[in-house]
């Protein structure tokens, strides 16, 4: 009976011994030592579809990279025109955050909150070609009173106090209105500037100077929105120079999207298409007669 | 001089109170003795306050290092169950039990019956959650596994008489 229970005791230090040696090989063996998060899409704080991306998302992502001792940096690859002030704000707040080097590598666009994001971290790379900037904010709707009045609708303003339906596109803003729209503007304008002016070392001069334009990555080297010009590579590079590292192992994220959003995304292609097709038809004379 | 009184045991079914205890017990001494080390990497790898399912889903290498965790678990549960069945005819959890794990015919056990009546652990996800059910539904209605049914090996317990 008493070597029954010291075999078993032994039996269990040994199954023991093995998980733990299988473990503290587990996790170098798994993950990589840079992260890779993508930011692409239209830049919002919660849910959305294929073509957004959520601060919860890059959230959770950034949680993942941060706890794991193996991640050096974490590179954002970025593909965005912008997107909502919060979650520009929200997003690269967690970035400034983060106890990892960071890096930014701007694709095709990283334009207005898409460049907010960039500009939270340690380095920013972009191509020649890349657009970015456009540091300000705007919020411009289309008015419809002329059109309702041509189709003979009216408007009952029905209010509790005078700016309730400040904004509405159903009515005419008043320069009340508009001067008070204007400056919730310029407060999410002065915010912005100021983070980058902060976070690039510039003055905000210097960040105004541009006027809330977009401009080409070749004008963002010069005036000092960007550090350097290239693409992934350069920011792999970039990384293993920082941290001496004899290669660099990425530990990819990607948005996970589900049968929904591919069928959206096809029935989206297919009447854009059938839309375009049928535009194209009317305005061309090259569509087949019928005799 | 008092007559030494002579007892008497009998090996019936145990029951299925007393084999779900055994297990549990193991369960709980696999996972506070052999686990440990893997549910700390499992909580380095996924942050507790972080959504389990966005992350599996978002990220290959987090994805297949789950699955190869919960291989290696589900190894270790055959491993476990198998050799100490095979060895004592008990596991901790058996013994505390005190219930044993039996030939059905005259032949002693062999390593690849005890093997075939632990394949419930054989780490085939997700086939083997059809072959759990099956297990289970077939337990409840005759207090036999039925893989132990094809091991020929039975599951009894003592009583004195």
Redesign the interface.
């Known amino acids: 009976m008493k070597n029954k229970f010291v075999y078993i005791i032994v039996f269990l230090g040994a199954l023991y011994l093995i998980t733990s040696i299988f473990a503290s090989f587990f996790v170098s063996a798994v993950v990589g030592n840079v992260a890779v998060i993508p930011i692409k899409g239209v830049i919002i704080t919660e849910g959305g579809g294929s073509d957004t991306i959520s601060v919860e998302e890059v959230r959770d992502w950034i949680k993942v990279a941060e706890a794991n001792v193996n991640v050096k940096a974490i590179i954002f690859e970025i593909n965005s025109p912008g997107g909502s002030a919060l979650a520009g704000k929200e997003m690269s707040e967690l970035i400034l955050k983060t106890n990892k080097t960071t890096v930014a590598v701007i694709r095709d666009v990283g334009a207005s909150a898409g460049y907010m994001v960039a500009a939270a971290c340690d380095y920013i790379i972009a191509d020649e070609f890349s657009i970015t900037g456009s540091i300000g904010a705007t919020s411009s709707y289309l008015e419809i009173p002329g059109l309702l009045n041509k189709y003979n609708i009216t408007y009952n303003r029905l209010v509790s106090k005078k700016y309730k339906d400040m904004g509405s596109p159903f009515k005419e803003l008043t320069t009340d209105e508009e001067a008070k729209l204007q400056w919730q503007l310029d407060l999410v304008h002065d915010y912005f500037a100021n983070f980058v002016a902060k976070n690039r070392k510039l003055t905000v001069d210097q960040v105004n100077s541009e006027e809330a334009s977009f401009f080409l990555g070749i004008v963002a080297k010069e005036k000092g929105f960007i550090d350097e010009f290239g693409n992934i590579d350069e920011a792999k590079e970039y990384i293993k120079q920082i941290y001496n590292l004899e290669s660099i192992d990425t530990f990819e994220f990607e948005k996970e999207y589900t049968i929904f959003d591919i069928i959206s995304n096809k029935v989206g292609d297919f009447s854009f298409k059938f839309g375009q097709g049928f535009a194209s038809g009317l305005t061309n004379n090259n569509y087949p007669k019928i005799s | 001089m008092p007559r030494k009184k002579r007892i008497q045991t009998i090996e019936i079914p145990c029951s299925l109170f007393k084999r779900f205890t055994a297990f549990l017990i193991d369960i709980l ?2 996972e506070i ?3 440990g ?2 549910t ?2 499992a ?5 507790k ?3 389990f399912s ?2 599996i ?6 994805s ?2 789950i699955t ?2 919960s291989v ?1 678990i589900f190894l ?1 549960y055959l ?2 169950f198998t ?2 069945e095979f ?2 005819g008990q596991t ?1 959890g058996k013994i505390m039990m005190g219930i044993f794990v039996k030939s059905e015919t005259k032949e002693n056990l062999t390593l690849l019956r005890v093997l075939i009546s632990n394949a419930i652990f054989l780490p085939l996800m997700p086939f083997i959650l059809f072959f759990w059910i099956l297990d289970l539904g077939y337990l409840i209605f005759t207090n036999k596994r039925l893989l132990e049914k094809w091991a020929k090996i039975k599951l009894v317990q003592e009583v004195q008489i």
């Open positions: 001494i696999l003795v052999v686990f080390s893997l700390k990497i909580e380095k790898l996924i942050p306050d972080v959504s966005n992350i889903g978002s990220n290959a290498q987090l297949s290092a190869t965790i290696y270790i491993v476990y050799w100490l060895k004592f901790i």
